[in-house]
């Protein structure tokens, strides 16, 4: 069964802290993704990766970094948190051999106070 | 016109009933199509694929309408624990997903 872990699933920090998000994938997928979801507005992607040391900029990348060293590992950095960045965040995994869909991992609740 | 559109409900339907959902899409494009339920507060999880021919798994099953630009998903004998948020999603360029907002499923006694 494949499987996407996130580093926590629930995170409170100040406005102005660095945030890390860490998403590992055990599938050996080349391609992962961060998404964050919210009411009404649904999953909007912020950055994806189909490659180690390789990004791109999804729908909403303002205010986000990410960094891919390693081929299992890809992770969502606030240089500067605020209060709109408060949200569920989520990972994802695809295989880009074939036409394939995306594996979640369990989310990350963020509280930026 | 939004990527995709979904109703968003909730539908409230009784044990037993059948209730079908339909998603619409701008991008003809696409090619690869994708029903997810989500539980309160979890990730989603794909439920099944949709292909061109359409597919059944047990009591649910997909459709696909490409003149239309529409897919479909039909529960039949629906139970309480199929309660969850239903969210459809298309594959496009790049294997980037689209997601709807999704629409929200209430079963009841």
């Known amino acids: 069964d494949v499987k996407v872990t996130q580093s926590s699933r629930y995170l409170v920090k100040r406005t102005g802290e660095k945030v890390f998000l860490e998403c590992v994938q055990d599938?050996?997928?080349?391609?992962m993704f961060w998404y964050r979801q919210d009411p009404g507005l649904g999953l909007r992607l912020i950055y994806f990766?189909?490659?180690?040391?390789?990004?791109e900029k999804g729908d909403i990348p303002e205010g986000y970094s990410v960094s891919r060293e390693k081929k299992e590992r890809f992770s969502l950095i606030l240089e500067s948190a605020s209060t709109n960045q408060t949200s569920m965040y989520l990972c994802?995994?695809?295989?880009?051999?074939?036409?394939?869909?995306?594996?979640f991992g369990p989310g990350t609740r963020l509280l930026v106070l | 016109r939004k990527e995709v559109e979904q109703d968003p409900g909730p539908f409230n339907v009784p044990e037993g009933a059948t209730v079908a959902f339909n998603c619409t899409y701008s991008?003809?494009?696409?090619?690869?199509f994708f029903w997810y339920r989500q539980d309160c507060r979890k990730e989603p999880k794909l439920l099944m694929s949709?292909?061109?021919s359409g597919n059944e798994d047990g009591r649910f099953t997909a459709q696909l309408n490409r003149a239309s630009q529409y897919i479909s998903l039909l529960i039949r004998d629906s139970k309480l624990s199929d309660s969850a948020t239903y969210l459809c999603?298309?594959?496009?360029?790049?294997?980037?997903?689209?997601f709807g907002t999704g629409t929200q499923l209430k079963v009841e006694l």
């Open positions: 999603a298309f594959l496009g360029g790049g294997n980037k997903l689209t």
């Open positions: 599938m050996d997928h080349e391609n």
């Open positions: 994802a995994g695809s295989d880009r051999r074939v036409q394939e869909t995306q594996y």
């Open positions: 990766s189909y490659d180690v040391k390789m990004k």
């Open positions: 949709v292909y061109s």
């Open positions: 991008n003809s494009a696409s090619q690869s």
